[in-house]
């Protein structure tokens, strides 16, 4: 099943996030149910990730279709921005060291870090998406996958 999470309210007035401990245990459940994790740099302020580059794969048409609001085919601006990786423990210990909220992974508020993260299962189907500059996280959880622990937060919605 599919679940959204937005930053604000229909009014815009209240705002929300992931964080903290709330986060962590996000990105507990995405780092169980995922084998690869990419993101977007687009800018040279962001760091260059040189650390991580044995890691670091090709991305694929679902990573297309993840930043599909940037990118409509793996053409040569995707291959370059796109940032794809296999959850190894030194890309966990990375995503964990970036920030301490969902809302963090922006180039832009007073932050400098990789643009909008996704999570894949081995068979590269899209576990989690986030659209940061929009403030929309999206969770699709199958049927044999458990995100109770972060769906007791109201803010989920099914989409």
């Not at 740099?41 to 609001?69: D, G, M």
Request: net charge negative; charged share 30%; hydrophobic share 35%.
């Amino acid at each position: 099943m599919k679940y959204v999470f937005t930053d604000t309210d229909e009014s815009g007035f209240e705002e929300y996030d992931i964080e903290k401990d709330e986060y962590l245990s996000l990105l507990k459940i995405c780092f169980r149910y995922s084998s690869t994790v990419s993101f977007r740099i687009w800018n040279e302020e962001v760091t260059a990730l040189q650390s991580l580059a044995k890691f670091r794969i090709p991305p694929t048409e679902k990573c297309v279709e993840a930043y599909s609001h940037y990118y409509k085919s793996l053409d040569h601006m995707a291959l370059k921005e796109i940032r794809h990786y296999i959850l190894s423990d030194e890309v966990k210990n990375y995503v964990l060291s970036v920030t301490d909220s969902i809302f963090g992974w922006i180039n832009g508020w007073g932050y400098h870090n990789p643009e909008d993260i996704c999570f894949y299962r081995h068979d590269g189907s899209i576990f989690f998406s986030s659209v940061i500059h929009d403030g929309i996280c999206c969770l699709d959880v199958g049927e044999d996958e458990d995100a109770d622990e972060i769906l007791k937060n109201k803010l989920w919605r099914p989409y």
